[in-house]
């Protein structure tokens, strides 16, 4: 994957806050938390080459500080079983945050700016557009069924839905892998 360093620094101050913020509330403790997603970052940077080209950077990013977290709480829980310096509700808790992290799915986070973004693109276009756009892609209607019901040709149909795609395709590029994109949107 090919990242330049004004990319990556973009990309990273855009999300810092929210990593540092998700790992705090796992962690508790801001200070290891910022250690812990500027750790990650640096995982990012040193295995960018080895990274397919439509990796989603901070997706992948929350993945490797989810996993530094499971490790930092693991770390904690060993370490305050050994010297039973907790007592067994404190440790429940602890274990709790490890189920949840472990439970936890980086690609949700984006769901909602994913939704967002197709609400948004869908609203710009025209309502025929849209309509048509619906038509195909949600209702399941065919391209000749959507011709006769707006009494346009099937190529005026293809028209329509395409310049949709195109859209989509566009405004999706940061958020989506391309097998995703190609399943939705073909």
């Given at each position: 994957?090919?990242?330049?360093?004004?990319?990556?620094?973009?990309?990273?101050?855009?999300?810092?806050?929210?990593?540092?913020?998700?790992?705090?509330?796992?962690?508790?403790?801001?200070?290891?938390?910022?250690?812990?997603?500027?750790?990650?970052?640096?995982?990012?940077?040193?295995?960018?080459?080895?990274?397919?080209?439509?990796?989603?950077?901070?997706?992948?990013?929350?993945?490797?500080?989810?996993?530094?977290?499971?490790?930092?709480?693991?770390?904690?829980?060993?370490?305050?079983?050994?010297?039973?310096?907790?007592?067994?509700?404190?440790?429940?808790?602890?274990?709790?945050?490890?189920?949840?992290?472990?439970?936890?799915?980086?690609?949700?986070?984006?769901?909602?700016?994913?939704?967002?973004?197709?609400?948004?693109?869908?609203?710009?276009?025209?309502?025929?557009?849209?309509?048509?756009?619906?038509k195909n892609r949600f209702d399941n209607l065919s391209y000749k069924e959507i011709a006769s019901m707006y009494g346009i040709s099937v190529k005026g149909v293809e028209y329509h839905i395409s310049k949709v795609l195109d859209a989509l395709r566009?405004?999706?590029?940061?958020?989506?892998?391309?097998?995703?994109?190609?399943?939705?949107?073909?």
């Amino acid at each position: 994957m090919q990242v330049d360093i004004s990319s990556f620094t973009r990309i990273f101050t855009e999300y810092n806050l929210r990593f540092v913020r998700f790992a705090c509330s796992y962690v508790k403790d801001n200070s290891v938390a910022e250690d812990l997603v500027m750790d990650s970052a640096m995982t990012f940077w040193k295995k960018k080459e080895s990274l397919f080209e439509d990796t989603n950077i901070p997706a992948y990013i929350l993945s490797v500080l989810k996993n530094k977290c499971i490790d930092h709480l693991r770390h904690i829980s060993v370490m305050n079983s050994v010297s039973e310096q907790y007592s067994s509700t404190q440790l429940w808790e602890l274990d709790t945050r490890i189920m949840a992290l472990e439970s936890f799915d980086p690609n949700e986070v984006f769901k909602e700016e994913i939704i967002t973004i197709v609400n948004k693109t869908l609203e710009s276009f025209p309502k025929n557009t849209r309509d048509i756009f619906v038509k195909n892609r949600f209702d399941n209607l065919s391209y000749k069924e959507i011709a006769s019901m707006y009494g346009i040709s099937v190529k005026g149909v293809e028209y329509h839905i395409s310049k949709v795609l195109d859209a989509l395709r566009s405004h999706l590029v940061d958020y989506l892998t391309i097998s995703v994109i190609m399943f939705f949107l073909q």
